[in-house]
């Protein structure tokens, strides 16, 4: 019986966690000069929409968790904005690391159930 090894290519991160999105970006120290005002109020908006898990990276990256019928995890840029149809990826965290896995999902209905109904964070 032949046995074939393969490895899953991750990318694991070290976090802090944050409980508000003002304090993460704070702290990653972001350079929001570009339109103080707008980014303030993204940051406003995000908290008032009920964000409230952050997390900073060891490169200074901020994420937040998005809780709506599934759980995910964006990546904070306040000057760029897009919509994408490309598969989401499953990640998680442990302790104060942030794994980003080779586990792509396709975005469709029958995905978002199974997301949610097994708790996944996706990105």
Known sequence: MHHTAF???TTTKKITKFNSLS???KHADLDLSYNQFT???EIKSLE???VDTV???EDNEVYYIYQCDIRILHKFS???HCISN???QHVYTIG???TFTDTFIQKNAQNRKTIALHDMLVH
Request: hydrophobic letters at 35%; proline letters at 8%.
């Open 7 to 9: 490895t899953m290519k």
């Open 23 to 25: 304090e993460a970006v």
């Open 39 to 41: 980014a303030d109020q």
């Open 48 to 50: 008032d929409d009920g």
């Open 55 to 57: 997390y900073v990276t």
């Open 78 to 80: 306040p000057f760029s």
């Open 86 to 88: 490309s598969p989401f």
């Open 96 to 98: 104060d690391e942030l």
